[in-house]
Nanobody
């Protein structure tokens, strides 16, 4: 089981960008999915999370600008980012609590990280 993130890149302040993250492998179920971000010298921090039922939570700094969603049939979580600010620049990581089918350990899985750079 692994999480494969895509999207990210360079965008000007005020612009928009989308991230996606697919859970791949033999999966029984996925509970919460989310996005975190990390800048050098700081801890990884929550951006947004979404439950399997669609309930969401956002960090205050992104409320009204970012939207998290998921497609349970595709085991994929998305992050639509708009009105981006230079302070949104970070490496973004997707996360999911996954229960694999058969052998495998249920727990938190992380994607490889994708860099988002917002220029002023």
């Amino acid at each position: 089981v692994q999480l494969q993130a895509s999207g990210g890149g360079l965008v000007q302040a005020g612009g928009s960008l989308s991230l996606s993250c697919a859970a791949l492998g033999s999966i029984f179920s996925i509970n919460g999915m989310g996005w975190y971000r990390q800048v050098p010298g700081k801890q990884r921090a929550l951006v947004a999370r979404i439950t399997s039922g669609g309930s969401t939570v956002y960090d205050d700094s992104v409320k009204g600008r970012f939207t998290i969603s998921r497609d349970n049939a595709k085991n994929t979580v998305y992050l639509q980012m708009s009105s981006l600010k230079p302070e949104d620049t970070a490496v973004y990581y997707c996360n999911a609590y996954i229960s694999p089918r058969g052998v495998g350990v249920a727990g938190d899985y992380w994607g490889q990280g994708t860099l988002v750079t917002v220029s002023s």
